[in-house]
């Protein structure tokens, strides 16, 4: 199986810089062996499916509704995102769960709808650097398993259904301080085997946290970590390329 980079380029990139990369990317990626999704704003999301990108990248968004249709003034709904050409939403991001103060009841409600509405998800997890002081990774983790994923078993989704998760320790992210792949291997075994038993299907785990081109190798050797996702690195052609 072919190991997957996701790009999260966040709020960065103005609408004529995304479209400017994604085409960049869509050069630059003909020969990549890696399956890559690519997570653009709301905004630019539309317009690069439009433009025409090609098959060697998905797209997906940076977060959705806690429902596909209602009175959510300000949202965007997973079958509209769907429909403009998003395969995958990334949900539970550390951001959104200290700036927007998302809890897992909210993160799990997102996860229900974009899978009702035939949205692949990228579930983020990860612990503070308090709690990994405190020896809390596991079940801080496990807690934030529990919440997002409760009645969603792959098994009983639409057909092609997924949840991929993304072990981002909240410390890891944009610090420049990447953990040690050993240890991050040691995590995703343990995601693995925690969210099989919710989801009635092995997912596949990610690693992310101020990946860069030269510790990217490191984690993608390791057997339990599935893929990456980057948000720094992912801001620019070159250095993302070069681990595609
Ligand atoms: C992220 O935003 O999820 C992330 C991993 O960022 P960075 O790669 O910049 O640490």
């Known amino acids: 199986m072919p190991k997957i980079i ?16 994604a085409s960049k990317l869509n050069v630059g ?3 990549s062996h890696r399956q890559v999704i690519v997570c653009p704003d709301f905004v630019s999301l539309p317009l690069i499916a439009a433009s025409g990108f090609s098959d060697n990248f998905s797209l997906g968004a940076q977060d959705c509704a806690i429902k596909n249709n209602g009175a959510l003034t300000g949202e965007v709904s997973s079958s509209t995102l769907k429909e403009v050409g998003a395969t995958y939403v990334i949900l539970g991001h550390s951001e959104r769960r200290q700036l927007q103060k998302e809890d897992d009841v909210t993160i799990n409600e997102k996860v229900l709808a974009a899978l009702e509405a035939g949205l692949k998800v990228i579930l ?34 639409p057909k092609g259904a997924e949840v991929l998760i993304a072990y981002e320790p909240i410390w890891a992210i944009g610090s420049g301080e990447a953990m040690a792949a050993e240890g991050a291997a040691e995590i995703a075994a343990y995601i693995i085997k925690e ?9 596949q785990v990610l690693y992310g946290g101020s990946v860069d081109v030269k510790n990217a190798a490191l984690f993608l050797k390791q057997k339990s970590i599935s893929g990456l996702l980057v948000g720094g690195l992912s801001l620019e052609a070159e250095g993302f390329l070069s681990i595609c």
């Open 6 to 21: 996701i790009a999260n380029w966040k709020m960065k990139l103005s609408v004529e810089e995304s479209l400017r990369l």
């Open 29 to 31: 990626l003909v020969k």
């Open 124 to 157: 983020c997890v990860g612990e503070s650097a308090k709690e990994k002081a405190a020896k809390e990774t596991k079940k801080v983790i496990l807690k934030q398993l529990k919440g997002a994923l409760k009645n969603v078993s792959l098994k009983k989704s």
């Open 195 to 203: 969210g099989e038993k919710l989801l009635s299907k092995r997912p």
